[in-house]
Structures are given as structure tokens and as C-alpha cells.
């Protein structure tokens, strides 16, 4: 009896040292987190953007702030953070969230809308993006990491998991590997350049 328990007990501290060097499942792991920074701090686009932020401007009757959502939505962002500093963005997002929709909302939705969980962070102090990746440090609310950071007029369909693969690749590797930038050529060139910011 002795002996049985003693290889039972055996038994059971090999299974949770083999459970132990499992790698995490999805089950286990962090929801993917992003950021969205819904202000550029660039006067770029005036006159358009006098009356109506940047990411609110419509492209084939899609705001840009929807764009991006989609983008991150297919790349299995559950959380998304968008960093604001204008009153009518925050009521964009306010709507985006209610679930009681008109028609007329509901047929501007996207395909991320029940996907992904919002929140806004409003602050009118932040003049660049380095003020808002500072207000969010402060207010701990990043946990997944890697993490996914963009500008709000950002339009495209990338898949960014080949991206995310190989920066957790490099950090596991560096510790100092914190951050991944991801560019993609266009394949159009303009002599036109944009306006210099004041």
C-alpha cells in the first residue's frame, strides 16, 4: 500500500512537470490587444479634417476608423484601444458600441462590429504619439504582448501573423526585441508631397 502511494504520488508529479513544459493553447493565452491612434497630430489633411476628424472621413462611404478596425479584426485583435483626442470620435465609437442600432448604423457596420471589444481613451492634453503610448503605460491597460499599434487612417487587408510570428521569435531570443515595424511598398510614387506640419 505503502509503496503504491508513494508511485502514485510519482505518477502525478511527472504529469504536472510534463503540463508544465506545454506550450500555452489559444485556451491559455492573452487576448491580442491593439491600439489605434485616432489622431495623426498632423495638419496634413486640412482643410478636410477642419470640420470632421481624419479617421472619420469617409472612403466609399466607409469611415477610415473602420478600415482599420476590419484590418485588425482579421488579424484576431479581441481588444482594441482606440486613443483619442476629439469629442466627436468618442461619440463614433459610443454608437459603434450600443447595440440598440438604427437601419441606418447598421448598414454602415463593418465586419469586425462583434468581434473585437472597444474602448476609448479620451485625452485633449496628448499633442503626439508619444504622449498617448505614455497615457496608456500609465493606465496599465495593455496586457497582451506582443501588442498591435496603428494609425487610425491606416487602409489595407495585411496579414500581420507571419509579422507577429517572427517578433515573438526575436524577443524570445533578445529580450531587448520590443518592437516590430511592418512597411509594405505601395508600388505607386507620387512627385506630390504631403504638406509640411507646422
Sequence with gaps: MGGGNKNKQQQQQQEADSSSNTPLTALDQPQLQAVILADSFLTTFQPLSLDIPKVLCPLNNVTLLNYAMDCLAGNGVEQVFVVCTNDQV?????????????????????????????????????????????ELYKRNVIQSDPFLLLFGDVVTNMDLSQAIQ??????AQDSSAIMTLVLKETGYTSSIQAAKSD
Excluded: P, V
Excluded at 441606418?104 to 485633449?124: A, N, Y
Excluded at 517572427?166 to 524577443?171: D, E, F, G, L, T
Design 166 to 171: 517572427a517578433h515573438q521569435q526575436r524577443h
Design 90 to 134: 468618442e461619440e463614433e465609437l459610443q454608437s459603434m458600441n450600443n447595440t440598440t442600432k438604427s437601419s441606418k448604423q447598421q448598414q454602415r457596420s463593418s465586419t469586425w462590429q462583434g468581434r473585437m471589444t472597444l474602448e476609448c481613451i479620451k485625452d485633449t492634453s496628448l499633442t503626439n504619439a508619444g504622449d498617448a503610448l505614455r
